[in-house]
Structures are given as C-alpha cells and as structure tokens.
C-alpha cells in the first residue's frame, strides 16, 4: 500500500495502518494469502516434499523419495533454505555417503507469484517437469509439477 493510503486510512479512523515498502509483488513472492481469482503457481505448488539435510544418509533419503511417492529430495540447510536436490540415481549409488555429497547446486527456482499457465508453457517448452519453488530469501515452498494444471 501507498504511505498516502496509510495516511488516509489512519486518517478515518483505522489502526494501526502499517505501509508494507516491499510491495505487493514481495508479498506475493513470499506465499502469503492474498484475494482474487490469479492462477498463481503457488495455488498449485506441493508442499509434502522430501526433504533432508545435507548429512541425511543417502538411505534415509531414499526411504523419504520412496515414502512420497514423487521427488526429488530437496536438501535443506538449518534454516529451510534450499541447498540443492538430491535425486534417486545418485542417492542408490551413494553408499553409507550423505545426501548432500551426492546433491546437485545451481538448482533453478521460481516464486509462487509466477503465473501458473505461463510457467507451465515455459516448463513444457524446455521439457521439464517440475521445478521447486521457494520464496525471496530461498526457504522452500515445495515443487511446482506443469502437469497438476491439468488435474
């Protein structure tokens, strides 16, 4: 909300009126509620996702892959930021290692404010099935999947 919105609300009598100065595309990035009817991605973003951290044993995240039916295993830090995916080839071949030595980085991301249709197209334009959403500071969200579009 504008400052002078804020003046003019406090101004009739609501309180206390607070001026969010990151915006309302912050506020949508960051996955909170917001009303209308937009296709947002992170109205269909999945949110029971596997995720272990980087001295997880490579069986555990199998077990949490398995458990969940879909992945990758998404590899978290101490305060939820995602680290990289580990996913089920490199975790069967890992041994008694770490999820995290066997995860891959660079991993892209995409906010839950991105339009859900238009990130579907561009997914299916570069064959690829999910990507995992997270919000602006990289806490995980979960995995967007083009194909619940459709569901």
Known sequence: MSPRAAWRLEATGFGPVYDYAAGKADWLAADLPYEGTAELAGRFTRHGVATVAEDTPAAEALRLLDARGFGPVLVLNQA???MGTAHRDSLVSAGDAGAGSVMRFGVSTVRPNEDAAALAHRMG???????????????????????????
């Open 125 to 151: 334009d570069a064959g690829v099935t999910r990507v995992v959403v997270t919000r602006p500071d990289g806490t995980l969200i979960g995995l967007f999947f083009a194909a619940d579009l459709q569901a």
């Open 80 to 82: 939820g930021v995602l």
